[in-house]
């Protein structure tokens, strides 16, 4: 049986993908440096809402007929992008950015217990039970409690986990009542990304949003980087990887971004590790490994099926 040939663009948007997703934590650090979370979350997904219907509009996959179902839309704009992307702003600006992005290396296990918890048929098995074990070791040993210096804030971690529990709830959500629509991918980024936007516009305040434009390095890391790179060209690229390599192949890029937060924490912005870093990082990517080994003959089974924006979530 011949074997079907990898697509060299596939493998460049794989690896496209998770440099991206890595280098997310260090725009939002410098953007924090001049705004608030909250406006960092707006400027993200503004800029990332403009390629997204750009693309949406080209595909002409947009129809009236969808807004029937606007209310899936709100929930998942809400759980999968405004309260995620501000949950991560917010943990990002409290903890080093090489911190913040390892943790973000949990979002599967959070996804894995939602979808244990509310989804008929999960495969719950040993090797699973020992990933989401694995994986809130990692957690643990990069957070620390037990530690008098307080190096690390609790409170950084804490809204770095809540916004990979509003990750794990949209699996759950996208998966029973948003994946049954069959709905185009790119019209529901769309209109969840473009929900959030509405959501963001109501409730941000503006005053002080310029400060952002007096530093170049924060404005172009956040507009292009975080926005139209890190959000609106990375649903776009993760959406073809998932048509070319498949879902499995595609959610193993999840492994790529704590790898690359912590080496541009390190490298490019001097921020301090150790050990401990190191060898929960490793506790954590383990833990996801066990995760998808433990899944991997129940997806075998049946065609994996694209949960929109419920992966898409660095």
């Known amino acids: 049986m011949p074997t079907e040939k990898v697509s060299p663009s596939a493998v460049i948007a794989f690896v496209f993908l998770g440099l991206i997703w890595g280098s997310n934590f260090i725009f939002v650090k410098w953007a924090a440096q001049d705004i608030s979370p909250l406006q960092i979350t707006l400027m993200r997904v503004l800029f990332g809402f403009l390629p997204v219907m750009a693309y949406a509009l080209l595909k002409r996959e947009l129809r009236w007929a969808h807004w029937r179902h606007a209310h899936h839309f709100v929930v998942m704009s809400l759980l999968a992008t405004a309260l995620y992307y501000y949950a991560f702003a917010l943990g990002t600006a409290l903890l080093p950015s090489s911190v913040a992005g ?19 048929g999960e495969t719950i098995n040993g090797t699973r039970i ?6 809130f070791i990692g957690v643990l040993l990069i957070a620390r409690p037990w530690s008098a210096t307080g190096d690390i804030s609790l409170a950084g971690v804490g809204y770095m986990l809540g916004g990979s529990l509003c990750v794990g709830l949209s699996f759950v959500y996208a998966r029973r009542y948003v994946s049954p629509l069959g709905l185009p991918v ?28 007096a530093d170049t390095r924060a404005w172009v890391g956040l507009t292009l980087g975080l926005g139209l790179l890190g959000t609106g060209l990375a649903y776009i690229a993760y959406y073809f990887i998932v048509e070319s390599l498949g879902a499995i192949a595609a959610s193993s890029v999840t492994y790529i971004p704590p790898v690359v937060a912590l080496l541009i924490g390190v490298v490019l912005a001097g921020e301090s590790t150790d050990a401990i870093a190191l060898l929960a990082i490793v506790f954590i990517l383990a833990g996801v490994a066990c995760l998808q080994i433990g899944g991997l003959t129940r997806r075998r089974a049946s065609t994996p099926t694209v949960d929109p924006a419920a992966r898409v979530h660095q």
């Open 102 to 120: 390892v943790l973000s290396g949990a979002i599967p296990l959070f996804t894995f217990l939602g979808a244990a918890l509310f989804l008929r």
């Open 130 to 135: 020992a990933g989401v074990i694995l994986g």
């Open 186 to 213: 790119a019209a529901l980024t769309t209109y969840q990304i473009g929900f959030a936007l509405l959501f963001l516009l109501a409730v941000t305040p503006m005053r002080g949003i310029d400060a952002l434009f």
